[in-house]
């Protein structure tokens, strides 16, 4: 009996092991090598023989290229904070269906389907020096110039909300609406008012799909760049480090310092990424005990 | 223990679109009464629950607690109990955390919520299980921290939504037990919601049978198990033999007799039926008797069809002819094809409205 079930399991493993390599194989040809590759790439300058960390001393002793990690956190994080606010307030209050969901939920969708492209199009179309914002405000006298929204900060902020909004209100609403409603209802019951039923019940059993959420539209954000191109200023406010890298290695012809710029653009998503789950943890360690059985 | 209420009366209506999931459930609730919604899935009576709670609007109608109408009070204002199904605790606090909830709101001194809820876990018998989380407890211990967290605030009344159902057949009987201590010990005014008649007739003092929105029949536990008034409360409260009749005259007072199907009958006259009218006669299985009768009234002859094994009873199928078959529960041991003599005791046997 013991050695059957044995038998079984040892088959059963050479089996999935079999279904494994495909998936293996592609993770390994397309991510794993091209990664590794880049690595290899970063530490062999283009004008030295050998091994070095030139390209990251030059990195790091070039304001005007180690500043693009400030302005690239100066986009990220803001945009994240504000997306995932926006996106819980919207999830949360649609938590128990609302009217005309389907409808709500098709235009906040939209964005999406339309890709970065268009979207950055219909951006300068509409809040453009002569779009049709600034035209309406200047024909009824709102404002007597233009107001400044695309070509600076403001425009890629806007540009980043609309296509990763989308994403995290979807997120969040599974998320929200995947909470039992009669925890609701009871923390009511026992007298708490809808602020607190959010602060204290709802709040801490959100707190894990929000750190989800939160990292995955920050580490989009940090690779902003066609709306950075765009609908900023690539050469100044809105130099995001991935347009620093794609000057290197298309413009300079530098594909080793591209790579080392690439690789220090992982390691900020990555740190960015351990303090959220850090955080997520010292939030809510009680929260994920029991969740699962309710 | 806090005052409990002298009486709440409420009259409500409650419609989704054009569907009316409740329709003018009037009731008045006095103290220390214990009072169950019973009846079949989707027949309103959870949602009379959470109206009362305060969880769900009513669209008509209103809720009067002595006198007070409190229609327009958010639940955490009406101090109203609630206990849930699915227990609703909250999965990221211990039990304690879950207990001492209520009394933190109301920012009670922390050596208070201490005393309080130890005394209230010790009650419920979950002392010592304070740091756990409610993933880590059976479904009975989870209940008894539901009970516990809405009994800590002494509530003045304890809403119940079949809080039971959860639970297998063997805790739930013994919770049923304890739920009902817990009610006299407090001195409690509770309203209990549950599909099991077993359970309302064990716990209540007062029944309110609905059926798709709409009030049954209300009663004490021996009314509607021994009076149901029509055939919807008498089918859901165990009568199984069913016998379409027109009324003869009366033959002798407090005495109705009627006629169908081949079968010539007698029952007990509970008013309000005139000779000539179309009633339907209902009778229990156990209530039917495996041996002639005194008088010959109500005597038929039959064969035994089916025959089913209920542990200490069995429940049997009698052919009295080619129409009727009826359902006796003996503790005689019967086979499939015996010949039974049976007999219908008339005070056993209702008259109902066909409709």
């Not at chain 1, 092991?17 to 283009?46: E, K, N, Q, R, T």
């Not at chain 1, 100044?236 to 290197?248: E, F, L, N, P, V």
């Not at chain 2, 009826?326 to 046997?349: N, Q």
Request: proline share 6%; with cysteine.
């Amino acid at each position: 009996m013991r050695r059957g079930v044995l038998g079984e399991r040892s088959e059963f493993d050479g089996l999935a092991l079999v279904c494994l390599l495909p998936s293996l194989f592609y993770v390994l040809a397309l991510f794993v090598y091209p990664f590794l590759y880049g690595i290899y790439l970063s530490l062999h300058p283009l004008k030295l023989a050998g091994f070095s960390l030139a390209n990251y001393a030059t990195f790091f002793m070039d304001p005007y290229q180690y500043g693009t990690v400030w302005i690239t956190f100066r986009l990220a994080i803001p945009n994240a904070v504000v997306v995932s606010a926006v996106a819980l307030w919207l999830a949360y209050g649609m938590r128990r269906g609302i009217w005309l969901e389907r409808t709500i939920t098709t235009v906040l969708i939209l964005p999406i389907s339309l890709g970065v492209i268009l979207l950055s199009e219909g951006i300068l179309g509409f809040y453009g020096a002569n779009g049709w914002l600034n035209q309406a405000l200047l024909a009824t006298g709102i404002v007597a110039e233009p107001l400044e929204l695309t070509h600076n900060y403001i425009g890629v902020i806007l540009s980043l909300f609309m296509q990763q909004f989308p994403f995290c209100f979807l997120m969040l609403l599974g998320y929200i609406s995947g909470i039992d409603p009669s925890l609701e209802g009871s923390a009511r019951t026992l007298g708490a008012t809808p602020w607190i039923v959010f602060r204290r019940v709802m709040l801490p059993l959100i707190a894990p799909g929000l750190a989800i959420a939160f990292a995955l539209v920050f580490v989009m954000s940090f690779a902003v760049f066609p709306s950075a191109l765009m609908l900023g200023q690539p050469s100044g406010a809105t130099r995001s480090i991935a347009i620093a890298a794609y000057q290197q290695a298309f413009e300079q012809y530098d594909m080793s310092y591209a790579s080392a710029i690439a690789v220090i653009m992982g390691l900020c998503q990555l740190a960015a990424l351990v303090a959220i789950v850090l955080i997520r943890g010292r939030l809510a360690s009680g929260a994920t005990i029991g969740i699962g059985k309710r | 223990m806090k005052e409990s209420l002298k009486s709440l009366r409420f009259s409500i209506t409650k419609r989704y679109g054009a569907k009316t999931v409740l329709d003018r459930l009037e009731l008045d609730i006095r103290g220390r009464q214990f009072v169950t919604f019973l009846g079949p899935s989707g027949c309103g009576k959870s949602t009379a629950l959470s109206i009362v709670a305060g969880l769900i609007p009513p669209t008509e109608g209103s809720i009067w607690l002595d006198g007070e109408d409190i229609g327009h009070l958010p639940p955490e204002k009406r101090g109203f109990g609630m206990v849930f199904q699915n227990y609703a605790l909250f999965p990221h606090m211990t039990v304690f955390g879950n207990v001492a909830f209520g009394l933190e709101l109301q920012r009670r001194p922390a050596h208070e919520i201490r005393t309080r809820v130890q005394a209230m876990l010790a009650l419920v018998q979950l002392s010592g299980l304070d740091e756990r989380y409610p993933g880590q407890l059976s479904g009975g211990q989870q209940q008894r921290v539901a009970i516990a967290r809405a009994l800590v605030l002494e509530p003045q009344l304890m809403l119940l939504d079949e809080p039971l159902s959860n639970l297998d057949a063997k805790l739930r009987v013994e919770m049923r037990a304890e739920i009902k201590e817990l009610h006299a010990e407090l001195g409690l005014t509770s309203v209990y919601v549950t599909h099991d008649q077993a359970e309302a007739l064990s716990l209540s003092d007062w029944i309110v049978v609905l059926r798709d929105g709409v009030l049954m029949q209300a009663g004490s536990p021996q009314d509607i198990h021994d009076r149901p008034r029509n055939l919807f409360v008498a089918d859901f409260m165990g009568f199984r033999n069913f016998f379409k009749v027109r009324l003869a005259p009366a033959p002798a007072p407090g005495i109705v007799e009627g006629e169908g199907g081949g079968l010539r009958l007698r029952a007990r006259d509970g008013g309000g039926f005139s000779p000539g009218s179309d009633a339907v006669l209902a009778i229990r299985p156990e209530d039917i008797r495996l041996a002639p009768a005194a008088d010959g009234a109500n005597a038929f002859r039959g064969r035994v069809e089916i025959v089913e094994y209920l542990g200490r009873e069995h429940e049997a199928a009698v052919s009295i002819d080619a129409r009727t078959r009826v359902w006796v529960r003996t503790t005689e041991l019967l086979a499939p094809g015996d010949a039974v003599e049976l007999s219908f005791p008339p005070d056993k046997l209702v008259v109902l409205p066909t409709e």
